[in-house]
């Protein structure tokens, strides 16, 4: 009896982590599936309040430039909105973003809020900044290049530049297939394509979005660049 007591002991002993751990990862996949399979209202109200806020600021002065992005546009994350990284590029700089958005109608988990379905809040002049690329990471090929087909149809006859995705740690193994895919995208599309993906950016702990010198390094490199390819002045 005594020695099958202790079996049972050493049973209960070494069956009780790994329950805990079946039961982590079960939580982990549920999480991810509710974000993507229809996030609940307060997460989608919260992200919908930030996009309206950042739209509202303008920064700068001089020709408009408006961005179409996700949460990096906007700048979750950070204590000011109207530090995010657009800020840092010429002219008057207005936002249309909205956090977990993308190419694609299925990167978001509040509905479409894709980039081609948010033109319609934009000025009817200026440049327009597309930049993103990182929440079409679980995307197809199909829907981001249907998303990028919708986007400039909703922009025709608009001046347009596409940013690339930079290399979010935690995105950072399918960063390469959106940023190529993109890039022969705009390039079959007669669209100038600025690649961001080779920057070596600082993350906050979530690895995904950037510090407020992240965003400085970002918005000055995407201003350099845009202004090399005489896009900017």
Same mark, same amino acid.
Do not use: K
């Given at each position: 009896?005594?020695?099958?007591?202790?079996?049972?002991?050493?049973?209960?002993?070494?069956?009780?982590?790994?329950?805990?751990?079946?039961? &982590?990862?079960?939580?982990?996949?549920?999480?991810?599936?509710?974000?993507?399979?229809?996030?609940?209202?307060?997460?989608?109200?919260? #992200?919908?309040?930030?996009?309206?806020?950042?739209?509202?600021?303008?920064?700068?002065?001089?020709?408009?430039?408006?961005?179409?992005?996700?949460?990096?546009?906007?700048? *979750?994350?950070?204590? %000011?909105?109207?530090?995010?990284?657009?800020?840092?590029?010429?002219?008057?700089?207005?936002?249309?973003?909205?956090?977990?958005?993308?190419?694609?109608?299925?990167?978001?988990?509040?509905?479409?809020?894709?980039?081609?379905?948010?033109?319609?809040?934009?000025?009817?002049?200026?440049?327009?900044?597309?930049?993103?690329?990182?929440?079409?990471?679980?995307?197809?090929?199909?829907?981001?290049? *249907?998303?990028?087909?919708?986007?400039?149809?909703? *922009?025709?006859?608009?001046?347009?530049?596409?940013?690339?995705?930079?290399?979010?740690?935690?995105?950072?193994?399918?960063?390469?297939?959106?940023?190529? *895919? &993109?890039?022969?995208?705009?390039?079959?599309?007669?669209?100038?394509?600025?690649?961001?993906?080779?920057? %070596? &950016?600082?993350?906050?702990?979530?690895?995904? #979005?950037?510090?407020?010198?992240? #965003?400085?390094?970002?918005?000055?490199?995407?201003?350099?660049?845009?202004?090399?390819?005489? &896009?900017?002045?």
């Amino acid at each position: 009896m005594r020695s099958q007591s202790v079996a049972t002991r050493v049973r209960l002993r070494y069956t009780a982590p790994a329950a805990l751990v079946a039961l &982590l990862v079960a939580t982990l996949l549920t999480v991810q599936l509710v974000e993507r399979a229809g996030a609940d209202g307060s997460y989608c109200a919260r #992200h919908a309040v930030q996009a309206s806020e950042r739209a509202r600021i303008v920064t700068g002065s001089g020709d408009p430039v408006v961005v179409i992005g996700d949460s990096w546009s906007v700048g *979750l994350g950070l204590e %000011r909105l109207e530090s995010s990284w657009p800020a840092r590029l010429p002219g008057r700089v207005r936002v249309e973003g909205f956090s977990g958005s993308g190419f694609s109608r299925s990167a978001s988990p509040c509905g479409d809020e894709s980039f081609g379905t948010r033109t319609a809040g934009i000025s009817a002049t200026g440049l327009v900044v597309v930049a993103g690329g990182l929440n079409d990471f679980d995307r197809s090929t199909t829907a981001i290049t *249907l998303g990028f087909g919708r986007l400039l149809a909703a *922009l025709e006859g608009r001046e347009v530049v596409v940013v690339g995705p930079a290399l979010a740690p935690s995105r950072a193994a399918e960063v390469p297939r959106v940023h190529r *895919l &993109l890039a022969r995208l705009a390039a079959d599309s007669g669209v100038p394509y600025v690649a961001t993906s080779d920057l %070596r &950016l600082p993350y906050l702990p979530d690895r995904l #979005h950037l510090t407020a010198e992240g #965003h400085a390094m970002f918005g000055d490199a995407v201003a350099q660049r845009l202004a090399e390819r005489g &896009l900017l002045g």
